[in-house]
């Protein structure tokens, strides 16, 4: 994988990606850590480790899942992630899927979420202002994959 390669140690780190335009692996280790994602593009594809620890990945907060454009891989070896994927700055209607531990928003890139242990999600808000703008739609297709005890959403 060409692109960017970071490993942090044992404190604290808090990444936050506002945009990803070549390939990244990003290892956290030990500690809880904050990984949170803005921006990626089709070509960057984004492999990110929280490590050891109870860690926090977020995704979409800043620009909703529109902008995520390349790949999302997450995990957390040793440790488990709480995982928020934030597409409320959408105002459109949208499909969402989760199947096992993949989430994707239709013209979206898919995120990979092992090692989650809690995920909340936000759908879009909608804009009363745009016609078609009505509901979402949110597909559970099957949890039994996931390698987590328990999950919200
Ligand atoms: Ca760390
Ligand atoms: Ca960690």
């Known amino acids: 994988m060409a692109g ?3 490993t942090t140690g044992s404190g604290m780190d808090s990444f936050h990606i506002l945009y990803a335009d070549v390939s990244m692996r990003i290892e956290t280790g030990a500690g809880v850590d904050t990984v ?3 921006s990626t593009s089709a070509s960057a594809y984004l492999y990110v480790d929280l490590g050891e620890g109870r860690n926090y990945l977020i995704v979409g907060q800043d620009y909703g899942l529109s902008y995520v454009q390349g790949t999302v891989e997450s995990r957390a070896e ?3 992630n709480i995982v928020y994927i934030d597409d409320r700055a959408t105002s459109l209607a949208s499909t969402y899927t989760l199947n096992g531990d993949i989430f994707q928003r239709d013209g979206s890139a ?3 979420l092992a090692d989650a242990d809690t995920i909340l999600f936000w759908a879009g808000q909608g804009n009363g202002n745009v016609l ?3 509901g979402n739609t949110l597909d559970v297709l099957d949890l039994r994959q ?3 005890e328990s999950r919200s959403l």
């Open 110 to 112: 898919p995120i990979f």
């Open 146 to 148: 996931a390698g987590s």
């Open 36 to 38: 949170n994602i803005a």
């Open 132 to 134: 078609g703008s009505a």
């Open 4 to 6: 960017v390669a970071m």
């Open 78 to 80: 040793g440790g488990s």
